[in-house]
């Protein structure tokens, strides 16, 4: 399974984003499509995540009615869709796959089997 992941960059506060995560290698029916960051000197945290075939969404509470995760079965591609950025978000942003949805922790990153490069996102105040 390949991951990649794009649309990073720099965005003032307030402004949007949108984040692209293109999966490639296998049959992705049952898995579980998640986005998490990274600050370095930091434990990477849950953002968001959708199952592929339910389209059932999850969501980390700092982003809560701010982010909007979705996927395109047609295109392969997963999506995260960032609104009303702030400072607090910059971080590097990993699109990352679980090969079985359950439903259950889904916010923990041991689950997760497959992760893409990483894009970075800074907001500036």
């Known amino acids: 399974v390949q991951l990649q992941a794009s649309g990073g960059g720099l965005v003032q506060t307030g402004g949007s984003l949108k984040l692209s995560c293109v999966a490639s290698?296998?049959?992705?029916?049952?898995?579980?499509m998640g986005w998490f960051r990274q600050v370095p000197g930091q434990e990477r945290e849950f953002v968001a995540a959708?199952?592929?075939?339910?389209?059932?969404?999850h969501y980390g509470g700092s982003v809560k009615d701010r982010f909007a995760v979705s996927r395109d079965s047609t295109e392969n591609t997963v999506y995260l869709q960032m609104n009303n950025l702030q400072p607090d978000d910059t971080a590097v942003y990993y699109c990352?796959?679980?090969?079985?949805?359950?439903?259950?922790?889904?916010?923990?990153?041991?689950?997760?089997?497959?992760w893409g490069q990483g894009t970075q996102v800074t907001v500036s105040s």
């Open positions: 959708v199952s592929w075939t339910e389209g059932d969404t």
């Open positions: 290698g296998a049959t992705f029916t049952t898995y579980l």
């Open positions: 990352a796959a679980d090969p079985f949805y359950s439903g259950f922790y889904v916010s923990e990153a041991d689950e997760y089997e497959y």
